[in-house]
T-cell receptor, first 113, second 114 residues
């Protein structure tokens, strides 16, 4: 069974600070997705990375897929209160002959004004 | 607006009752799925479908049934509700069968079984 471990589980920071969220596994994934979920809503896709070592930027958010495709990180520069939410990583792989998406348990980020 | 629509938003059931959670998407997505989200457990796959008439079990299928008679609709049925099924349920779809294409999630159904 493929598992994804996210760290930290909770993160509370002040506006303007930088932060990094990690997503790690012992398994190799064909792709890695990051979602943000706000209270009372469903997750919203931020980015998909598919190539080992790939780096994607979305405004102040930088996503990286590890060279071995077993881990990923999300870095936020100069965090703002609007970045508050639950950040989920999800890894794509093949299990039992079919493609499955495995979710991490999430990192709950609070950015205080 | 195009997307995934889930109804109801909230539901309280008594133990043993049955109900259907509705999910509809208007994006002509082939793949649809149901997840439950519990504190400390993350999102867990219940059932999924790769097209009309085709369904399969996910990680936690017991106590739930699904059907896919049309591309647009993918209802989730609770046969006999149990307190362990108290959770937030999300329907998600994606355009292609390949998982590299991200999901579009509905806004969820918060279910409480008493």
């Amino acid at each position: 069974t493929q598992l994804l471990e996210q760290s930290p589980q909770f993160l509370s920071i002040q506006e303007g600070e930088n932060l990094t969220v990690y997503c790690n596994s012992s398994s190799v994934f064909s792709s890695l997705q990051w979602y943000r979920q706000e209270p009372g809503e469903g997750p919203v896709l931020l980015v998909t990375v598919v190539t080992g070592g790939e780096v994607k930027k979305l405004k102040r958010l930088t996503f990286q897929f590890g060279d071995a495709r077993k881990d990923s990180s999300l870095h936020i520069t100069a965090a703002q209160p609007g970045d508050t939410g639950l950040y989920l990583c999800a890894g794509g792989g093949t299990q039992g002959g079919s493609e499955k998406l495995v979710f991490g348990k999430g990192t709950k980020l609070t950015v205080n004004p | 607006n195009a997307g995934v629509t889930q109804t109801p938003k909230f539901q309280v059931l008594k133990t043993g009752q049955s109900m259907t959670l509705q999910c509809a998407q208007d994006m002509n997505h082939e793949y649809m799925s149901w997840y439950r989200q519990d504190p400390g457990m993350g999102l867990r796959l219940i059932h999924y479908s790769v097209g009309a008439g085709i369904t399969d079990q996910g990680e936690v299928p017991n106590g739930y049934n699904v059907s896919r008679s049309t591309t647009e609709d993918f209802p989730l049925r609770l046969l006999s509700a149990a307190p362990s099924q108290t959770s937030v349920y999300f329907c998600a779809s994606r355009q292609h069968l390949r998982i590299n294409y991200g999901y579009t999630f509905g806004s969820g159904t918060r279910l409480t079984v008493v």
